[in-house]
Structures are given as C-alpha cells and as structure tokens.
C-alpha cells in the first residue's frame, strides 16, 4: 500500500456529461474525505465518510453530486450533468478515527469541463 | 463561522534568509491547526501540526490563542522549501479541514 490513490488522474468532459472518479484509501483508514481546489484557492471541504456511512455534506455539494463508499473501503464521487464550474481538482484523503487523525491526501483528480 | 486566512499568496525570499508565512483562524472552539505542503508536482502533505510542538525541516509554529493565528517561520531558508504551503483547522468532530488560500513561497539563491 502506497498511499492514497485516485483515478483517473484527469479528466476532459463536455459540459452536461456525468463523470466518476475513484478513490482507494489506505487499507486500514476508516475515514474518508473528499476536498474539491479550484485554481488559486485551497482545498475546500465536500463530504466525509465513516466506514460505508456518509456523515456530512457540505453546502457545496449540489444535488448534481453523490458520494459513496459501499464497502466501506474504494469511494466514488459522481457529478451528473456537469457545467463549467465543475472544473477543478478534486482530492481525497483518508485517516484513521483514532491517533493524531491526521489526513492523507491523494494525488487528485484534475476535471474539465469544455 | 470558521475560517483561515493566509494574507499573502506569494512570498519570496532569498536563501539563508529568515521566512515567516502568516495564518490567522477564526473558529468557536478549541483550535487544533496544521501546516501541509505541497511541493512541485506533489501531492499534498502534513508538515506540521500545532499540538506536537515539533520542528520538522527546521519550520517551528506556535499558536498564539490571544492574535488568532498560527505563523510558520524558518530561521535560514533553503532553496528546497519552495513550495505551496496551507495552513488548516481542524473542525472537531468530523476532524475536516478548513484550508487558507495557500502561500507561495520561493526561495532565490
């Protein structure tokens, strides 16, 4: 295990197109997060889970977006019907509950949207 | 509300010179700040967090409670501390981060 992996990397859509990305967290990490950074800013807060449960959402996630984490273990993030301000890096991250709960970031997903 | 602020999105600084990147935070309760970094084509890391009190790459910080703010200096900076830097709290409970805007630091030789 080498960290936190995301796929794809990048990603080019059309505006109104869904995308998926994926993430795989560190195996025994039993939190996940999802930040979404646009160009200039830092990382801002979309989702987190605890094990398979979705704990909380933030505003920023409109209805266009879901989030799951079905096993407990690999999350996808899907965006319906994407515009133009989609385009973003989203990143995730993963940490334990216990300890210093300090969170590791993956390498994100770089989307545009044309 | 909480919220961080990093008042500069770029410093640059020669090498061998001291470096300070300013961080300010409003939030209700007991603060827990951190420091990541992201170096060039990197993904982005922890560097440092308030409550250990450590030095890592010769970068200390201190939370001073009373100014709201959480600064990392560097007394000699080298030229491999170029980088992103983004200073975090930690919203108690969900333990998510509120990020700054990030500082750009570049050290010239």
């Known amino acids: 295990d080498t960290g936190v992996s995301q796929d794809p990397r990048h990603k080019i859509t059309k505006r109104g197109q869904n995308v998926t990305f994926r993430c795989d967290p560190i195996s025994e990490h039993n939190r996940l997060y999802w930040y979404r950074q646009t160009l200039g800013q830092g990382p801002e807060f979309l989702t987190y889970f605890q094990n398979e449960a979705q704990l909380e959402k933030s505003r920023l996630l409109s209805d266009r977006f879901s989030a799951e984490r079905p096993k407990g273990s690999f999350s996808t993030l899907e965006i319906q019907r994407t515009e133009q301000g989609d385009s973003a890096m989203y990143l995730c991250a993963s940490s334990l509950t216990r300890g210093s709960g300090e969170q590791y970031f993956g390498p994100g997903t770089r989307l545009t949207v044309t | 509300a909480q919220r961080v602020t990093q008042p500069e999105k770029l410093l640059s600084v020669f090498k061998g010179a001291p470096v300070e990147l300013k961080c300010n935070y409003s939030?209700?309760?007991?603060?827990?700040l951190f420091w990541y970094v992201q170096y060039s084509r990197q993904r982005l890391q922890l560097l440092l967090r308030h409550i250990s009190r450590e030095s890592i790459k010769g970068f200390t910080a201190d939370l001073n409670k009373g100014e709201t703010s959480f600064h990392l200096k560097k007394p000699f900076a080298q030229e491999e501390d170029s980088a992103m830097y983004y200073c975090?709290?930690?919203?108690?409970?969900?333990?998510?981060?509120?990020f700054g805007q990030g500082t750009r630091l570049t050290i010239n030789p």
């Open positions: 939030y209700s309760g007991s603060p827990e």
């Open positions: 975090a709290l930690v919203i108690q409970g969900a333990q998510k981060l509120v």
